[in-house]
């Protein structure tokens, strides 16, 4: 049974991915730790038995489980997230029909691989920050398919507010700052295009996911009101932005192994997807996420409250030694061939994507890591000497550098050194 703990708040934002894990050995790696955050009773759950658990919404509810910090900059209030039962079915359904399909992922993959194409010719002859790059590519690409073209700086921009709300969620100080006043420019510019297509604006292209989502009604048959609106359109704009995280993290893998870029070139969509798996499998992204106990529930034959905060060990699930042979060691071949199943690979969550708690765009972060690391294989740019740390402590992280690269002009040799390996 819970009972009086230390509060692991400071702890948690001095240790950042390495916390769960290290609160798990400091119990002798129970599957149950109990905790407080933020002055609240909180469970630390792992193990495949405790994924089960998570996405049960008879035993684990959303609403209330994200602190304010947490709405006001990553997701958004009133967001799909932050709901439970017929409410969450509803709006999910919403967006798993927008984001699911074959057809909306081959579209959104045609144009991010269009622009990559087009941006890498305007990369010739430079040195570029990757992440940053593949953000304003990534930006481009999905404002365009949901319907808002945003050419040249207006990407730009967008990318970099997408990239800080993610950026400053878990943390304070000015990089949360940063993630509020982004969230409220991008959201007052995407309240102000839902109310033109309701205004019925003539320059608006029909039947684009800026529509559906506009004219969208819910089970009272009234319309989405704008900002909520607004927050579901940000909520497939930002996380397809965030594939730049994973897009850098590939660059690391393939500069650390030389060996992925021949099979990338040469493997086809087989190994595109397993090295596309073992990136958000290997690199750290999201460390835990958080639910509330519907009522109280029994787990590992200890008693959790109602109330309590789950939370659910993502980075130490991916990295645990008892579900994955050596977890340490970067091998996209542990993937190929095969999908993993609901419960094994979480970084998007687990259980079912269409009606419960996952992700509904994990297809389209696949398709795109997918197809971006193989265009970066076929690129095979210079890595200059940089700081390609990544430090565990930050969340999010990714490379120190941000990743440069160097993409030799058609002028210039082609026998310049590439993805070499730093001294």
């Given at each position: 049974m819970?009972?009086h703990?230390?509060?692991s708040?400071?702890?948690l934002?001095?240790?950042?991915?390495?916390?769960?894990p290290?609160l798990?050995?400091?119990h002798d790696?129970?599957?149950?730790?109990?905790t407080?955050?933020?002055?609240?009773?909180?469970?630390?759950?792992?193990?495949?038995?405790?994924?089960?658990?998570?996405?049960d919404?008879?035993?684990?509810?959303?609403?209330?489980?994200?602190?304010s910090?947490?709405?006001?900059?990553?997701?958004?209030?009133?967001?799909?997230h932050?709901?439970d039962?017929?409410?969450?079915?509803?709006?999910?359904?919403?967006l798993?029909?927008l984001l699911?399909s074959?057809?909306?992922?081959?579209?959104l993959?045609?144009?991010?691989?269009?622009?990559?194409?087009?941006?890498?010719t305007g990369?010739e002859?430079r040195?570029v920050?990757?992440?940053d790059e593949?953000?304003?590519?990534?930006?481009?690409?999905?404002?365009d398919?949901?319907?808002?073209p945003?050419?040249?700086d207006?990407?730009?921009g967008?990318a970099?507010?997408?990239?800080a709300?993610?950026?400053?969620?878990?943390t304070?100080?000015?990089?949360?700052?940063?993630?509020?006043?982004?969230?409220?420019?991008?959201?007052h510019?995407?309240?102000?295009?839902?109310?033109?297509?309701?205004a019925q604006?003539?320059?608006?292209?029909?039947?684009?996911?800026?529509?559906?989502?506009a004219?969208?009604?819910?089970p009272?048959s009234a319309?989405l009101?704008?900002?909520?609106?607004?927050?579901?359109?940000l909520?497939?704009?930002?996380?397809?932005?965030?594939v730049?995280?994973?897009?850098?993290?590939?660059?690391?893998?393939?500069?650390?192994h030389?060996?992925q870029r021949?099979?990338?070139?040469t493997?086809?969509?087989?190994?595109?997807?397993?090295f596309?798996?073992?990136?958000?499998?290997?690199?750290p992204?999201?460390p835990?996420?958080?639910?509330?106990a519907?009522?109280?529930?029994?787990?590992?034959?200890?008693?959790?409250?109602a109330g309590?905060l789950?939370?659910?060990?993502?980075?130490?699930?991916?990295?645990?030694?008892?579900?994955?042979?050596?977890?340490?060691?970067?091998?996209?071949e542990?993937?190929?061939?095969?999908?993993?199943g609901?419960g094994?690979?979480?970084?998007?969550?687990?259980?079912?994507?269409?009606?419960?708690?996952r992700?509904?765009?994990?297809?389209?972060?696949?398709?795109?890591?997918?197809?971006l690391?193989?265009?970066?294989a076929r690129?095979?740019?210079?890595?200059?000497?940089q700081?390609?740390?990544?430090p565990l402590?930050?969340?999010?992280?990714r490379?120190?550098?941000?990743?440069?690269?160097?993409i030799?002009?058609?002028?210039?040799?082609?026998?310049?050194?590439?993805?070499?390996?730093?001294?």
């Amino acid at each position: 049974m819970s009972g009086h703990h230390i509060d692991s708040t400071l702890s948690l934002l001095a240790h950042g991915y390495a916390w769960a894990p290290d609160l798990r050995r400091a119990h002798d790696g129970a599957p149950l730790v109990h905790t407080r955050l933020m002055g609240r009773p909180a469970a630390l759950l792992h193990g495949p038995e405790a994924v089960s658990l998570f996405y049960d919404e008879s035993r684990v509810e959303r609403h209330g489980a994200l602190p304010s910090p947490v709405l006001d900059t990553l997701f958004g209030r009133g967001a799909v997230h932050t709901l439970d039962g017929a409410r969450h079915r509803e709006r999910k359904e919403l967006l798993a029909s927008l984001l699911m399909s074959p057809e909306a992922v081959g579209g959104l993959a045609a144009r991010v691989e269009s622009g990559w194409r087009e941006a890498v010719t305007g990369w010739e002859g430079r040195a570029v920050v990757l992440f940053d790059e593949v953000a304003t590519l990534l930006a481009g690409a999905v404002c365009d398919w949901v319907g808002l073209p945003a050419p040249g700086d207006a990407a730009r921009g967008i990318a970099e507010d997408c990239v800080a709300m993610v950026d400053g969620f878990a943390t304070a100080g000015p990089r949360h700052v940063r993630a509020r006043r982004a969230r409220h420019r991008q959201e007052h510019d995407l309240m102000a295009a839902v109310n033109r297509v309701r205004a019925q604006d003539p320059h608006l292209v029909p039947g684009t996911v800026l529509e559906t989502v506009a004219l969208h009604r819910g089970p009272d048959s009234a319309l989405l009101d704008p900002h909520t609106a607004a927050v579901e359109l940000l909520n497939i704009i930002r996380p397809t932005i965030a594939v730049a995280w994973y897009v850098t993290f590939a660059a690391h893998a393939l500069h650390r192994h030389p060996d992925q870029r021949d099979h990338l070139r040469t493997g086809g969509p087989a190994h595109a997807r397993a090295f596309a798996h073992e990136v958000r499998r290997f690199y750290p992204f999201v460390p835990f996420v958080a639910g509330l106990a519907a009522r109280d529930v029994t787990f590992a034959g200890d008693q959790i409250p109602a109330g309590t905060l789950l939370l659910l060990d993502v980075y130490g699930h991916q990295h645990d030694p008892a579900l994955w042979e050596r977890p340490y060691h970067f091998a996209p071949e542990r993937f190929l061939h095969r999908e993993p199943g609901p419960g094994e690979l979480i970084p998007q969550g687990g259980g079912d994507a269409r009606t419960g708690h996952r992700c509904p765009g994990e297809d389209i972060t696949l398709a795109l890591l997918a197809a971006l690391a193989s265009a970066l294989a076929r690129t095979d740019p210079a890595v200059p000497q940089q700081d390609l740390s990544i430090p565990l402590k930050r969340i999010p992280t990714r490379p120190r550098s941000g990743f440069v690269i160097e993409i030799a002009s058609q002028t210039r040799s082609h026998h310049a050194p590439r993805f070499q390996p730093q001294a």
